[in-house]
């Protein structure tokens, strides 16, 4: 028997699933305090579905594989168990459809001055001048860059191209390996790479953001990423440009960010998360009239439970089968 463990809340019908995939199966769930492995606490398991924390090496000898709850897992880099020989799988495509769609509700709120709509409702009378306040800008034929190709990005230029006639442009760290090898949920995304009009690699960012109207960000953090936007490339965007980012706050160097958006070096922003989390009340970004932004929100989905847990189901039958797992992390790259 191969021994399964779950330290994620998941409800009866998700573990039967888990379950079903093979009766060679022992699965257990465990609850652990306060989301954390203690001192005292040790596992037998072969496989370990992770909800955050991960066990020393010592208190899990026979482990072989986790498979991570969340897609990003710079939370690990820094654990016992990163330098380990356990191979690490991650999450990645289960946010493809909710994130690209709050993609969009940024794009859509900036182009369409939905600030004004509130604004002028707000004062419950009918105003003057509706051109000037309400003339929107068409996002058809505009340009998007992609920084960081994987399956989020897929989706956001999978609409961009179908939903909206823009232009797509992206970085990727293989520039010449276009093809998707993770997760993605069927329908969604751009798993032969044909939705993109330009690639980059990841060195020619710079290049790449001179010709966006709006720079979406979905990266990992890494040390490569860290404060990959600063002050040198704001300056390299179009001042009319919108910068979204969904990936991680430390992509982003804040303070060039903030005098950017106050000197025009771009014309807005729409953040959901920050260095800093909670973001700081004295931080300008809450008052800044270019900007919109929401508490790190853009990963949530009603669906988040079921789909993750068929990422793992597949992952669990091709391990039973001695195939390749899907969304096998780099450790050399962080992701």
């Known amino acids: 028997m191969t021994h399964v463990l779950v330290t994620a809340p998941f409800p009866e019908n998700l573990l039967n699933k888990i379950k079903s995939v093979s009766n060679k199966l ?9 989301n954390r492995w203690s001192e005292g606490l040790s596992t037998e398991a072969e496989i370990l579905y992770s909800l955050s924390d991960v ?4 208190q899990a000898p026979n482990l072989r594989w986790i498979q991570c709850h ?3 897992v710079d939370s690990l880099i820094k654990k016992p168990i990163w330098d380990s020989g356990v191979v690490i799988t991650s999450a990645s495509g289960v946010h493809t459809t909710n994130m690209a769609q709050y993609v969009f509700t940024q794009i859509l709120f900036a182009a369409g001055r939905v600030r004004n709509w509130i604004n002028v409702q707000n004062t419950g009378e009918w105003p003057d001048q509706r051109w000037d306040k309400f003339v929107p ?25 179908m939903g909206f006639g823009m232009q797509v442009l992206a970085t990727k760290h293989n520039a010449k390996r276009l093809d998707d090898d993770g997760y993605f949920l069927p329908g969604t995304g751009d798993p032969r790479g044909e939705m993109v009009d330009r690639i980059y690699p990841s060195a020619a960012t710079k290049s790449m953001v001179t010709e966006c109207d709006y720079v979406v960000l979905t990266l990992p953090l890494t040390a490569e990423t860290r404060y990959l936007i600063d002050e040198s490339l704001l300056r390299a965007m179009k ?26 070096w771009i014309a807005g922003a729409g953040l959901d998360v920050f260095e ?3 973001l700081p009340a004295d931080s300008p970004l809450w008052k800044m009239e270019n900007v919109l932004l929401t508490p790190h929100v853009s990963g949530f989905t009603p669906h988040y439970d079921d789909r993750v847990t068929d990422i793992f189901v597949d992952n669990l039958r091709r391990y039973l089968a001695g195939e390749p797992l899907l969304n096998v992390v780099n450790r050399e790259r962080g992701y």
Not at 26 to 34: A, F, G, H, R, S
Not at 152 to 159: D, L, Q, S, T
Not at 239 to 264: F, H, M, Q, W, Y
């Open 55 to 58: 066990p020393l090496p010592e």
């Open 276 to 278: 800093t989390e909670p």
């Open 239 to 264: 001042p009319t440009s919108i910068l979204i980012n969904i990936g991680r706050g430390a992509l982003v160097n804040e303070a060039d960010l903030v005098k950017g958006l106050k000197k025009g």
């Open 137 to 161: 800008a068409e996002i058809r034929g505009k340009t998007i860059g992609i920084v960081g190709y994987g399956s989020i990005g897929r989706e956001v230029a999978r609409i961009a191209k």
């Open 70 to 72: 969340f897609a990003g």
């Open 26 to 34: 022992q699965v257990e769930q465990l609850k652990l305090p306060n």
